[in-house]
């Protein structure tokens, strides 16, 4: 059997120091990871894999631009932001003209969690109201509020009453796509579930890919309900793009925009620092200063000028590179690669879901084949596909052909 550990004492230190149920590893072996460049991670072995899993590193592992950027700030000055400098005047700057009109204010935190969390604090002080709606099998963060959102992992037993659920965007039986009718009876259904338990609706938060939930692709009017019918029983909206922003969804650089909607609240994360801590919420002038003239609310690290120059050089090699379109591009290579095969796959840009009868096992296998991929949804039945944006046609084949030798060897 494979093994790509150098240091077997590691994996028995590891489960002692840091908790074994609580630091989880990939794979039956874990890879022992040594350095990774672009699309390509090494292990302890010598052994390459192609990345197909991590969008973390968005613009590519260990990107020079990305490293230097970041190196030479660190060289210079790293404090927090309660004194004046420029890198968080520009990145604030540069997010809100990335976004529909009046999501003019920008908050940097450390993590998707922390920006989720403080959407909703916001969210309740201007409705004043106290209920969360968030999809079945959503994923939203670690903090209590948000572990609470996150209806993959929580125990449904200790769900709180003030979140209520609606139904995730699958297709029917017979493979229509649920309406934005469907969508608006689906909120309804969440708001009796909250009033029944004294709550009215404060916010929906809504991943935008669906990623925990086997990687979903509504369409707009779907989305559009979700919003429309929160807002008109006087919530506000949430699109959380930690997962699905920074291009992945390969037509812009949210997916939200996508489906032509306009929130309240967006929070990015994950790929915003190409893997240094860094994540946002991006809210309106006026939600941000109802909260203010009650609240306060100050991050140590977050905005410091090492993470916010690791961010703009992520848009800026984002951009000069038009990632964007090449995660549409080669996420349609890879479905039709994989459609060829005969195995359909599911997703927008470079975020793709195949459903296959035992992922878990396949994606050990496709491991041995020098491919690392994930896997999500129901029982984790679905291959979660994310690479950083930087695969060309020939990472594409690398994998397809993987795929194939796996599947050859499964049947
Ligand atoms: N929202 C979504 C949709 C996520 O996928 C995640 C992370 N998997 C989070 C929020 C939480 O982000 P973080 O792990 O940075 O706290």
Known sequence: RVTTVADPTLLPRRRAALGGDLSPLFYREPLQVVRAAGAWVSTADGRRYLDAYNNVP??????PAVVQAISRQAAILNL???????????????????????????????SG??????????????????????????????????????????PSSARPTHVGIFEAPRLSADGEQPTGADARERVRAGYDELRLAGHEVALLAVDSVFSSAGILTPGDDFMRGLQDEVREAGGLFLADEVQAGFGRGGRNLWRFLD????????????PMGNGHPVAALITRREIAERFAAVDEFFSTFAGN??????????????????????????GDLL????????????????????ELPDAPDFAERLREYGVLVGTTGPGGGVLKIRPPLIWSATEVEYFIAAFQKARDRWT
């Open 335 to 354: 479905r039709a690669g994989l459609a060829e095969l005969g195995t359909p796959a599911r997703g927008q840009g470079l975020i793709v879901g195949v």
């Open 305 to 330: 000028p090492v993470s916010c120059v690791a961010a703009l050089t992520v848009l800026d090699v984002i951009e000069e590179r038009g990632l964007v379109a090449r995660s549409g591009e080669i």
């Open 259 to 270: 489906f032509g909607l306009t929130p309240d609240f967006v929070t990015l994360g994950k």
């Open 80 to 110: 927090n932001s309660r004194y004046l400098h420029p890198h968080a005047v520009e990145l604030a700057e540069r997010l809100v003209t990335t976004m529909p009109d009046g999501l003019d204010t920008c908050v940097f935190v450390n």
């Open 113 to 154: 969690s922390e920006a989720n969390d403080l959407a909703w604090r916001m969210a309740r002080i201007a409705t004043g109201r106290s209920g969360v709606l968030v999809a079945d099998l959503a994923y939203h963060g670690v903090s209590e509020a948000t572990a609470a959102w996150s209806t993959n992992t929580y």
């Open 58 to 63: 968005v613009v590519g592992h260990a990107h």
